[in-house]
Structures are given as C-alpha cells and as structure tokens.
C-alpha cells in the first residue's frame, strides 16, 4: 500500500530558528500533499493544501510567510517553520493519497519543541 | 465548508461490550467518509471508510453506517478489546477536497 515517510519524527529548537519538516511519498507519486498540525488531545486540523510545481494553498488563519511550504517534486513536499516560538510547538503531520477522491495516508508525524 | 462534529468527546466501555461513535456533516455534497484510528504519538491509520452510495460497510468487528438524509454516520466496534483503546476520528470530504476531521473520541476498553 501507499507509504508515506516524514522526518525528522522530533526535533527541538530554539526560539528564533528555523526547522524543516520532510514529507515523501515513498512507492507512489503524490501531486498534492496536506499538512496538519495536531495539538495534545485535539484534532487534526489542516494547515495548508501543498501542489507540486505551484504555490501551496493554505487554511484561513495560517500564516504562509512563518510556515514555507515548498512541492517541488512528486514525491516531495516541505514544511518551514520560521522564526519559531514556543506557541509553535505541536505535533506536524503530513499526508497524501494515490488517489485525491479517498482517504489520506499519514507520514509518522514530527513533534516540535521550541524552547 | 464542511463542518465535522463528532460524539461522544470520550467513551469508556467494558472488553467485550460494543463502542458507538457518531458524526454529523454539514456539506449534503460530501461524498467520502473514513475512519482513522490514532494511538497516542503515532500517525492515524485508516480502518474504514464509506461512500455516499452506500448505507453500511463491515469489516470483521468495526463497521459503519451512513444516513445521507440526517447527514450522520456512526462507527460501531463490536466484542471490543483492550488493543482498540486509542483516538478515533471520523471524516469528510466531496470528492477530490480536502479532508474535514472531526474532534475525535477518545476510547478507552477496561479489560
């Protein structure tokens, strides 16, 4: 089946850095991918839409210049945390399907810390 | 857009006993809805889905039904046991949108 695989699983950072979040789609080629962002006991709610070759689509409220997101191959999406802040901390997951008119297959996620 | 809410928030039942989780959607267009299941810091795994053509989907002791009309579909874990303890979250979506997840449930099985 679809496998997708994200890294790092976890990663802390000081506040003021930046930190990139890598998200492929191992065994199939993914002409859009999603990013959510997750925090402890809530659901998972959508950050942006991610379209290889163009410009990523993002959710009402999300900053698109703090969170880069970069599609520049069919098997590769990135998220860019800029200038993090500790309220930045969360659980990011990406995710992406074979086939847009089913469900969604999920990276293993990346917990970030900024300290 | 489409607006997923979903109940109850947390559910607790004795192994062995049946778990019921129910969401309600608010766009009649959707046409997709899965369910994932979420261990504690580990990725949602899929374990069931149904489209809008069809009214009841099973696979072994989890199964799901869908009310077009009412725009309701509920999950139903049968002989429940310890292993099922996890986060469920329903979802929606018309066709090739994005998915809408619900604000999950959190089961917990007793042995």
């Known amino acids: 089946g679809a496998v997708v695989s994200q890294h790092p699983s976890w990663v802390i950072c000081k506040s003021g850095t930046s930190v990139k979040i890598e998200c492929r789609s191992l065994d199939f080629q993914a002409t859009t991918m999603f990013w959510y962002r997750q925090f402890p006991k809530q659901s998972l709610m959508l950050m942006a839409t991610s379209n290889e070759g163009s410009k990523a689509t993002y959710e009402q409220g999300v900053e698109k210049d703090k969170f880069l997101i970069n599609h520049a191959s069919l098997t590769l999406s990135t998220l860019t945390v800029t200038s993090a802040h500790p309220e930045d901390s969360s659980f990011y997951i990406c995710?992406?399907?074979?086939?847009?008119?089913?469900?969604?297959?999920f990276g293993s996620g990346t917990r970030l810390t900024v300290v | 857009g489409e607006n997923v809410e979903q109940h109850p928030s947390t559910l607790s039942v004795q192994e062995g006993d049946s778990a019921v989780i129910k969401c309600t959607y608010s766009?009649?267009?959707?046409?997709?809805f899965p369910w994932y299941k979420q261990e504690l810091g580990k990725r949602p795994q899929l374990i069931i889905d149904?489209?809008?053509?069809?009214g009841e989907k099973k696979d072994q002791r989890i199964a799901v039904t869908l009310n077009k009309t009412a725009k309701h579909f509920s999950l139903h874990i049968t002989e429940t046991q310890p292993e099922d303890s996890a986060v469920y979250f329903c979802?929606?979506?018309?066709?090739?949108?994005?998915?809408?997840f619900g604000t999950g449930t959190r089961l917990q099985v007793f042995p």
């Open positions: 149904i489209r809008s053509n069809v």
């Open positions: 766009d009649s267009a959707s046409n997709y």
């Open positions: 979802a929606a979506k018309r066709n090739t949108d994005k998915l809408i």
């Open positions: 995710s992406a399907s074979e086939d847009l008119s089913y469900g969604y297959t």
